[in-house]
């Protein structure tokens, strides 16, 4: 067989004596045998781009442009010897070829991921980046355990803990303190917890790789119920015949009632804020901040340097470790009840958008509109906004642009490559929508389509959104890890490709967005 003869699965093409390989026999050179090459031919393209994809894999994190020689780091970042020749940005959906506006770039990293879930709670470390994912669930089972995406070596692990950790749970969440995780609610196990859903919060020490339980109301019952002189006044304190009595009433206002499908934002660096989410009991509009700062060593220090002076400490109810209702003021907006909602803190403001009611229902606030918390004042308000704004719906995920005064949000919408994406410019004199241009970056087999009940987290130094998990419209759970390179969104400065930045002015060493300011070691 001369050299540029070859075959492709049973079929022979080339120049060998002329010959053409007929399975019919002779008088069958017929539109069935051009189908049947036409077919073998895109088996053999899509065959050759699997194996391109898993050959040029590791951990080198790929991008997959597929038939250079060279490959992209995977989400956005060129490497010494790639150019962006070799990328390939697909238009899946036919946006408008003159569109102005923002731009996200989203690229997959699909190797050695935890497996497909859903409704995991997510955060990133923002001193370096790290992913941190826990619990979830899959079609047959909730879920336990902490992973974590180490960004620097771009590679995935389970986190190995020395103590119990919160066990298994979906439609918790998360977010990073300093050295901290701090996790909270979601549906249980009843057999681990009691309950459907727990009322705790669960704080991960990153360094020492143990969890501290953080249960306000049990530990103001177990104060009482140790303080009991006799059976009737442990009774009391227990309660009985379903009355509740002084002491439970007390501990119930020490922290939120259970729930799932709410929100948990940070405000001011270390304390964390909940509105919303349902239980068993219903729906909740509610609104709840814990300073973490209550369980400082400092903190509580400053409170015996004051008792040993003799100073005021202020009521002894204060001195609890406990969460704090954010009451609405007077004259003030009542946010309606509701769950899987898009929350995030602007400054000293929460702004919720979307979500859905115990009757189903999205439109919660006239179309257009949003509600936003002064925290602060705790005063509620519903604002106008202007633009092309999102479809409300539940499964809204908001995110803070760094300091742009922007949030980016991912809809329920189809943009073909992915989600739909908007931007919430807050600055004055009024909140106004944009769109925002999705493209894909990365080989077209691997263009991830609308998916739901995914959990997301943001990276402001290091310019990125990462999504996890999800469910696509045909039911099957995603374990691809999603990178949405916004670094240009964050107003980031792009570094030239021979420029090697300084680390201490980033801080962050994350492989996949960061890497277009950042040189890979």
């Excluded at 699997?50 to 490959?71: C, H, Q, T, V």
């Excluded at 995977?74 to 070799?86: H, L």
């Excluded at 997301?456 to 469910?471: K, P, T």
């Excluded at 995603?478 to 969104?489: E, G, P, Q, S, T």
Aim: net charge negative; proline share 5%; aromatic share 8%.
């Amino acid at each position: 067989m001369a050299e540029e003869d070859f075959w492709e699965g049973d079929a022979e093409y080339g120049t060998m004596e002329g010959a053409v390989w007929n399975p019919l026999g002779p008088g069958y050179e017929s539109l069935f045998s051009v189908l049947r090459y036409a077919t073998m031919a895109i088996l053999g393209f899509v065959a050759y781009s699997i194996y391109g994809y898993y050959n040029n894999g590791g951990k080198a994190r790929k991008g997959m442009a597929m038939f250079g020689d060279e490959s992209y780091l995977e989400g956005g970042g060129d490497s010494a010897i790639q150019s962006d020749a070799d990328f390939q940005t697909y238009d899946v959906d036919n946006q408008d070829p003159n569109f102005t506006g923002p731009t996200a770039t989203l690229s997959c990293i699909p190797f050695d991921c935890p497996c497909g879930r859903i409704s995991a709670a997510t955060a990133i470390d923002p001193s370096n980046g790290f992913l941190y994912v826990y619990g979830g669930e899959t079609e047959t089972d909730l879920l336990r355990g902490l992973s974590v995406y180490d960004s620097q070596n771009v590679r995935w692990s389970d986190v190995e803990v020395v103590s119990a950790n919160p066990g298994q749970r979906s439609q918790a969440q998360m977010v990073v303190v300093e050295d901290l995780l701090v996790l909270y609610g979601g549906i249980c196990n009843p057999q681990e917890r009691g309950d459907c859903v727990d009322p705790a919060m669960y704080i991960f020490h990153i360094e020492s790789k143990q969890w501290l339980q953080v249960d306000c109301a049990s530990a103001a019952l177990e104060a009482a119920n140790a303080t009991s002189v006799d059976g009737e006044n442990k009774g009391e304190v227990e309660g009985e015949g379903g009355e509740q009595s002084s002491a439970l009433t007390v501990a119930r206002k020490l922290q939120p009632p259970a729930r799932c499908g709410h929100s948990m934002s940070l405000w001011r660096n270390h304390t964390v804020v909940v509105f919303g989410g349902y239980s068993e009991d219903g729906y909740y509009g509610d609104t709840w901040s814990f300073d973490l700062m209550q369980l400082s060593d400092e903190q509580k220090e400053e409170k015996e340097r004051k008792k040993a002076a003799g100073e005021d400490t202020g009521a002894k109810e204060d001195e609890r470790v406990q969460w704090k209702q954010i009451h609405n003021a007077a004259q003030s907006h009542t946010p309606p009840p509701r769950g899987h909602h898009g929350a995030v803190v602007m400054g000293d403001e929460l702004i919720v958008i979307g979500g859905e009611d115990e009757t189903g229902a999205s439109a919660l606030v006239a179309p257009g509109e949003i509600e936003i918390l002064d925290i602060p004042s705790q005063m509620w308000r519903v604002t106008a906004t202007t633009g092309e704004g999102p479809e409300i719906c539940p499964g809204m995920h908001c995110h803070q642009m760094a300091d742009t005064g922007k949030a980016m949000v991912i809809s329920g919408e189809n943009a073909g490559v992915f989600n739909k994406l908007y931007m919430l410019d807050l600055t004055p004199p009024s909140p106004t929508w944009s769109n925002v241009r999705v493209d894909w970056r990365g080989d077209w087999t691997m263009i991830p389509g609308i998916r739901t009940h995914h959990n997301s987290a943001v990276d402001c130094i290091g310019g990125s959104i990462l999504i996890f998990g999800g469910e696509s419209s045909t039911g099957m759970m995603h374990d691809m890890l999603l990178a949405l390179d916004v670094a240009k969104i964050m107003e980031l400065p792009e570094l030239a490709p021979e420029e090697e930045p300084v680390i201490e002015e980033t801080k962050n060493e994350f492989s996949g967005p960061s890497a277009l300011r950042k040189k890979a070691h």
